[in-house]
């Protein structure tokens, strides 16, 4: 195998030299810089927008001097920036260095930095993720405000200063969220946390929602100003809320967003100044009984004690042939305070109740329960609704659902028992025999009896005549099957023989008898198939 050896003539080393040099002074010509002690900040830049690397070193007279730092506002609105990568010798990200970059969708922080100014990334609107370092020792209030479009700030989790959960900012202990990224439109802050940061959720037009624990002592300035927030709850712990925190700035300035309307504060009045709800002016402040620091305003707003729920209309019974849907329905009273809807049901007359669950039912956290496909076994079940607010809570009277195999059945049902007794499986169960006579309900409403009435004599009796032994009772329901029966001693029974009759009205069965033998009739009963 043969060896092939170039030589490159000295003068064109020397150009590609020059070219390089000449290069390089062209991009850190681009850079405005200062000097101090052999360190050099970037406090500007002029060269073209798009991806922009910063140098590690910049050559002064004749030295190669070291990037340390990116000073306040240095690359502010240079709104066609597009990515940027900061060398590892960088260890200061000044205040306002990429402020109003918005369509900065890249940045690339080097493992040198320890310190992010205030206002750093500020209205960084494409910025969509940013990687802190276990070096960075300090990041500003509102480093991360108004990206909007930021989907996950994450953590090296050697950090010993910060961390990260779910893709939002918190101190290293987790206790002070820092930053939540701009395009969640919900959010529970974890339980734990105490300080909600100044500008924690400034200009996260997407939120729309957000709960608080009840670990929360301290809201910062500005940390839900120009939010999609109409309403919010602050929890009993919080003792201070810092200025402009739930400013609406839906001013043609910012995008415009719905305004607050409703702040529901679940303890004592906190520390707050009169900026706190600034331009939140159709927002009412409510407040508990039993809390103190309340007047007829509050920071401004005009102020309500909070009421709980009243029943308008209550729920009623619901009658249905089996198989049909049955529905509950509640409504409350006008109430400004947030209602939640559960659904019990009691399958021992009102003794035990539990939520409802299961596939049979749906709506069961809404004003309306429906019941798919309703059976007789759930005849005498009762419902009830609990409705809540931060108020307290209030229950409706029970109802029954009363299911029948026909309209016939749910009349007799209506007819012969009270609201009460229809709520109680005990009494009204088909098998059931409410009066003590051994009659169930069942056969009570085969012969149309009365359920609360001894009507052992009522029953259909048996005669001889003609030399058979016949039996009379009413033309049966729709619903049911009426089987007439022989047999010479009680234990053995067969319709062979039985002869049934009908006059429209009613039914005679007959079956041949003789002197020398025993015979009995009897006519069973069943719900039909």
């Known amino acids: 195998m043969r060896a092939i050896i170039f030589f490159v003539p000295r003068h064109l080393i020397f150009l590609m030299a020059f070219a390089f040099a000449i290069l390089s002074s062209q991009v850190q010509a681009q850079f405005n810089y200062t000097t101090n002690n052999g360190n050099i900040t970037i406090t500007g830049y002029t060269g073209p927008n798009g991806a922009v690397t910063i140098p590690s070193t910049i050559l002064v007279n004749g030295v190669n001097l070291p990037v340390t730092s990116i000073g306040a506002g240095a690359f502010e609105s240079h709104v066609s920036l597009i990515s940027v990568t900061i060398p590892n010798s960088v260890t200061t990200i000044g205040n306002f260095a990429f402020a ?87 959010y529970t802050i974890p ?63 910012f995008p415009t967003n719905p305004s607050l309307t409703s702040v529901y504060f679940m303890g004592n009045a906190p520390s707050a100044d009169s900026t706190v709800f600034d331009s939140d002016s159709n927002a009412t402040v409510y407040y508990l009984t039993g809390t103190v620091g309340w007047s007829s305003t509050f920071v401004g707003l005009p102020t309500m004690l909070m009421s709980k729920p009243s029943i308008s209309t209550p729920p009623a019974s ?118 003590g006579d051994g009659i169930p309900n069942l056969l009570k409403y085969a012969f149309n009896l009365q359920p609360f009435v001894n009507e052992q004599s009522s029953l259909p009796q048996p005669t001889a005549s003609g030399g058979n032994l016949t039996l009379t009772f009413p033309t049966p329901q729709s619903d049911l099957t009426y089987t007439v029966e022989a047999s010479p001693d009680l234990i053995n029974w067969s319709t062979t023989g039985v002869m049934v009759q009908t006059n429209g009205t009613q039914e005679t069965a007959s079956y041949p008898i003789s002197p020398s033998t025993s015979t009995f009739l009897h006519v069973v009963v069943a719900p039909s198939p």
């Not at 990206?147 to 206790?175: E, K, M, R, W």
């Not at 809404?366 to 009762?382: D, E, K, R, S």
């Open 100 to 186: 109003a970059c918005f369509e900065l969708s890249s940045v690339s922080i080097g493992n040198g930095v320890t310190s992010i100014g205030a206002n750093a990334f500020e209205d960084c609107d494409w910025l969509t993720s940013v990687t802190i370092s276990s070096n960075v020792t300090n990041i500003g209030e509102g480093a991360f405000t108004g990206c909007s479009g930021l989907i996950v700030i994450n953590v090296d989790p050697s950090n010993p200063n910060y961390s990260s959960i779910g893709g939002a900012l918190f101190d290293h202990s987790q206790t002070t969220l820092i930053a939540y990224p701009g395009v969640g439109t919900s």
């Open 191 to 253: 339980n734990g946390v105490t300080n909600i940061e100044a500008y924690a959720f400034f200009d996260c037009p997407h939120l729309t929602s957000v709960v608080f624990p009840n670990s929360v002592t301290t809201i910062g300035s500005e940390a839900f100003a120009n939010t999609g927030l109409t309403s919010v709850t602050i929890p009993a712990s919080v003792t201070s809320i810092g200025e402009y925190a739930f400013q609406d700035l839906s001013d043609g300035t």
């Open 318 to 435: 619901a009658l249905v042939v089996s198989g049909a849907n049955a529905s509950f329905n509640v409504a409350a009273s006008v109430n400004p305070v947030p209602i939640t809807y559960q659904w019990q049901v009691s399958t021992d007359g009102g003794n035990t109740w539990n939520n409802v669950s299961g596939s049979t039912y749906s709506g069961a956290i809404t004003p309306t329960l429906t019941i798919t496909n309703a059976a007789t076994t759930q005849l005498g079940f009762q419902y009830q609704a609990v409705l809540t607010n931060y108020a307290g809570s209030i229950t409706t009277t029970p109802v029954p659902l009363v299911v029948g195999t026909s309209t016939a059945k749910l009349s007799w049902l209506q007819n012969n028992f009270t609201s009460t007794q229809l709520g109680n499986p005990n009494i009204v169960a088909d098998s059931v025999a409410p009066a």
